[in-house]
């Protein structure tokens, strides 16, 4: 039999180890909402967001002088893509110096200065780890590829080839080739997931975790509020280095397809994330993960059974989503709802192409544009935007192979066009260099930025920024979006993608025309408790009146409905 005394230890040793595993911050609202579950998040990056020192590629103090203009569009966070030091193979994803900024960039003065202009404006700092590699010109491994005996030996994974001139195994990078590469230092391969230059760490070294859960202390202590946690999947390998079983057809670099089963997604994957939340929650951090899944409960092991790894795992799969259909996205957002987690929206980012261009048809680009944001910011979970979405920024893919810059695209011509299509410089005004440089832009700017711009935009009452705006202010202030559930009505629609955010007495109505035809909707929401006829208009593309009849709702090719339904 355990003492009662014991017993009583035991209870509040596991009810403190409860607490521990929960977000340290006071909830924001009384269902117990955290700040970053009702906040708007915003990538940005950085190579091509503001220049303020003119050399062509944006920086720090170009950041901090858009404070303003995030805080007008109503963004409480930004994540920005690396800003450490960097050889910049990766464009800032082969950190050299995780805890200082690449001169390009700035100073760490200018990283203090950024953060309290942001503070200033409520707009917090998100910083990006990249966790599963560094750069080969860090001086972890350079000391680790100086010689077998060195301290750092063991902090990258060095492995003898098969046989002469034969690497370990058959793994492949994902950026073309081997995924080995041999050393003459020490007559010895390196492992790399992504370019050579990038050699991945050994995490099973627990030196290898205190120094990288060190970083995000440092940074926590210089204010900023979490992390996005680079290419999570891949942290840990077979340390028996099987090989990965061949899969029929070839990549865009020419090589066998392979599944990755020996060196992506390993369970050790799910300590580290447990760890660096740990960290995270003694700074009342938030971390959000580069999460690619294929099914709901992938994504679901990111949180947690506990809710003790990352809060804030993207919904990648929502990327890949084709083409824009009610049923394809109807389906999709009640699998990831279902799943009981709070979701975390992704339309585009810097490796993918714009959602703006994934989806337009030349005829209703804008009107598209719209609808994608009518849609993710009204669902229940957090937006992450990326900048210039917006405006409705296009991709501008390289039209020749000389011209590219990012090095898979030079590898992967014509197959692999590189990233730089959705990396190009914000869109600020109608001015040359569309206002983010006078110097020469290190990416060519689309000649669309002449009617696509912040400056131009702003004054049009029915451009894609205004209607962001809108939308964003109604997510953020509205309480049934903030905190209503996701009930689909009309669910055999094909065209029209409608639900409803339902939250005590209210609920908002959001009418989303998929299609290239005006649509004439009638809705029946007494099944929902919701026996009115009419809905209150909040925010509609076609200018609609302050009323809507729901049984005879007319919405305009692509055109957006929101509006609000009250209990009778
Ligand atoms: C992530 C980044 C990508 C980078 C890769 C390697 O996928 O988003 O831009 O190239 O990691 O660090």
Same mark, same amino acid.
């Given at each position: 039999?355990?003492?009662?005394?014991?017993? /009583?230890?035991?209870?509040?040793?596991?009810?403190?180890?409860?607490?521990?595993?929960?977000?340290?911050?006071?909830?924001?609202?009384?269902?117990?909402?955290?700040?970053?579950?009702?906040?708007?998040?915003?990538?940005?990056?950085?190579?091509?967001?503001?220049?303020?020192?003119?050399?062509?590629? +944006? #920086?720090?103090?170009?950041?901090?002088?858009?404070?303003?203009?995030?805080?007008?569009?109503?963004?409480?966070?930004?994540?920005?893509?690396?800003?450490?030091?960097?050889? *910049?193979?990766?464009?800032?994803?082969?950190?050299?110096?995780?805890?200082?900024?690449?001169?390009?960039?700035?100073?760490?003065?200018?990283?203090?200065?950024?953060?309290?202009? +942001?503070? !200033?404006?409520?707009?917090?700092?998100?910083?990006?780890?990249?966790?599963?590699?560094?750069? #080969?010109?860090?001086?972890?491994?350079?000391?680790?590829?100086?010689?077998?005996?060195?301290?750092?030996?063991?902090?990258?994974?060095?492995?003898?080839?098969?046989?002469?001139?034969?690497?370990?195994?058959?793994?492949?990078?994902?950026?073309?080739?081997?995924?080995?590469?041999?050393?003459?230092?020490?007559?010895?391969?390196?492992?790399?997931?992504?370019?050579?230059?990038?050699?991945?760490?050994? =995490?099973?070294?627990?030196?290898?975790?205190?120094?990288?859960?060190?970083?995000?202390?440092?940074?926590?202590?210089?204010?900023?509020?979490?992390?996005?946690?680079?290419?999570?999947?891949?942290?840990?390998?077979?340390?028996?280095?099987?090989?990965?079983?061949?899969?029929?057809?070839?990549?865009?670099?020419? *090589?066998?397809?392979?599944?990755?089963?020996?060196?992506?997604?390993?369970?050790?994957?799910?300590?580290?994330?447990?760890?660096?939340?740990?960290?995270?929650?003694?700074?009342?951090?938030?971390?959000?993960?580069?999460?690619?899944?294929?099914?709901?409960?992938?994504?679901?092991?990111?949180?947690?059974?506990?809710?003790?790894?990352?809060?804030?795992?993207?919904?990648?799969?929502?990327?890949?989503?084709?083409?824009?259909?009610?049923?394809?996205?109807?389906?999709?957002?009640?699998?990831?709802?279902?799943?009981?987690?709070?979701?975390?929206?992704?339309?585009?980012?810097?490796? /993918?192409?714009?959602?703006?261009?994934?989806?337009?048809?030349?005829?209703?680009?804008?009107?598209?544009?719209?609808?994608?944001?009518?849609?993710?910011?009204?669902?229940?979970?957090?937006?992450?935007?990326?900048?210039?979405?917006?405006?409705?920024?296009?991709?501008?893919?390289?039209?020749?192979?000389?011209?590219?810059?990012?090095?898979?695209?030079?590898?992967?011509?014509?197959?692999?066009?590189?990233?730089?299509?959705?990396? !190009?410089?914000?869109?600020?005004?109608?001015?040359?260099?569309?206002?983010?440089?006078?110097?020469?832009?290190?990416?060519?700017?689309?000649?669309?930025?002449?009617?696509?711009?912040?400056?131009?935009?702003?004054?049009?009452?029915?451009?894609?920024?205004?209607?962001?705006?809108?939308?964003?202010?109604?997510?953020?202030?509205?309480?049934?979006?903030?905190?209503?559930? =996701?009930?689909?009505?009309?669910?055999?629609?094909?065209?029209?993608?409608?639900?409803?955010?339902?939250?005590?007495?209210?609920?908002?109505?959001?009418?989303?025309?998929?299609?290239?035809?005006?649509?004439?909707?009638?809705?029946?929401?007494?099944?929902?408790?919701?026996?009115?006829?009419?809905?209150?208009?909040?925010?509609?593309?076609?200018?609609?009146?302050?009323?809507?009849?729901?049984?005879?709702?007319?919405?305009?090719?692509?055109?957006?409905?929101?509006?609000?339904?009250?209990?009778?």
């Amino acid at each position: 039999m355990l003492k009662p005394t014991l017993c /009583i230890l035991l209870i509040v040793v596991f009810l403190c180890s409860l607490a521990l595993a929960q977000p340290q911050t006071a909830p924001v609202d009384a269902e117990g909402h955290q700040w970053w579950q009702h906040a708007v998040f915003y990538e940005v990056y950085p190579r091509s967001f503001m220049d303020s020192n003119n050399d062509g590629i +944006g #920086d720090l103090n170009g950041i901090a002088s858009k404070m303003d203009y995030l805080k007008w569009l109503g963004v409480d966070a930004i994540w920005i893509t690396p800003c450490f030091p960097s050889p *910049q193979v990766d464009f800032g994803y082969d950190v050299s110096n995780y805890v200082d900024i690449d001169p390009m960039y700035g100073t760490l003065k200018d990283f203090d200065r950024m953060e309290a202009t +942001g503070k !200033t404006n409520n707009v917090s700092i998100v910083l990006d780890l990249v966790v599963n590699h560094t750069s #080969d010109q860090h001086k972890w491994f350079l000391q680790s590829e100086s010689s077998k005996a060195n301290p750092y030996r063991d902090w990258y994974i060095w492995r003898d080839g098969k046989a002469p001139n034969q690497p370990p195994n058959n793994w492949i990078s994902i950026f073309g080739g081997s995924a080995w590469q041999w050393s003459g230092k020490t007559s010895q391969y390196y492992y790399h997931f992504f370019y050579p230059q990038q050699p991945d760490l050994n =995490w099973r070294n627990p030196k290898v975790k205190d120094a990288m859960f060190d970083v995000t202390r440092f940074w926590y202590k210089r204010g900023v509020v979490g992390f996005r946690l680079d290419a999570v999947d891949t942290l840990f390998e077979d340390p028996n280095l099987h090989d990965n079983p061949v899969l029929p057809g070839k990549d865009a670099y020419g *090589q066998a397809n392979q599944e990755r089963k020996y060196n992506t997604n390993l369970p050790e994957v799910m300590q580290v994330l447990a760890g660096l939340r740990t960290v995270a929650n003694q700074y009342h951090g938030v971390l959000i993960g580069e999460t690619w899944t294929d099914t709901v409960e992938q994504l679901k092991r990111y949180y947690g059974p506990q809710h003790d790894r990352i809060q804030m795992p993207m919904d990648l799969a929502f990327t890949k989503l084709q083409p824009l259909s009610a049923s394809v996205f109807r389906r999709h957002i009640a699998n990831v709802v279902g799943s009981g987690e709070w979701p975390v929206w992704v339309m585009s980012n810097h490796d /993918i192409t714009r959602a703006y261009s994934r989806f337009a048809d030349g005829k209703h680009d804008d009107a598209i544009a719209k609808v994608l944001a009518g849609m993710y910011l009204t669902l229940p979970g957090t937006p992450i935007l990326y900048y210039g979405e917006e405006i409705g920024m296009q991709n501008n893919n390289p039209k020749r192979k000389e011209d590219v810059k990012d090095p898979i695209g030079r590898l992967g011509w014509p197959k692999e066009k590189g990233r730089d299509g959705e990396r !190009t410089p914000m869109q600020w005004n109608d001015s040359p260099n569309a206002g983010f440089t006078t110097g020469i832009p290190w990416l060519p700017i689309p000649t669309g930025y002449r009617t696509h711009n912040v400056a131009t935009e702003k004054k049009d009452p029915n451009s894609i920024l205004n209607f962001y705006r809108q939308v964003i202010a109604l997510h953020k202030t509205n309480p049934a979006l903030l905190n209503g559930d =996701w009930v689909p009505v009309n669910e055999n629609d094909d065209n029209v993608l409608a639900y409803l955010r339902r939250y005590r007495d209210e609920a908002m109505l959001v009418v989303l025309n998929m299609s290239a035809n005006s649509q004439k909707e009638s809705f029946d929401l007494s099944q929902q408790g919701f026996s009115g006829n009419e809905a209150q208009t909040l925010l509609s593309t076609d200018g609609s009146a302050s009323t809507a009849k729901l049984k005879a709702l007319t919405l305009e090719p692509f055109g957006v409905y929101i509006g609000k339904v009250s209990r009778k």
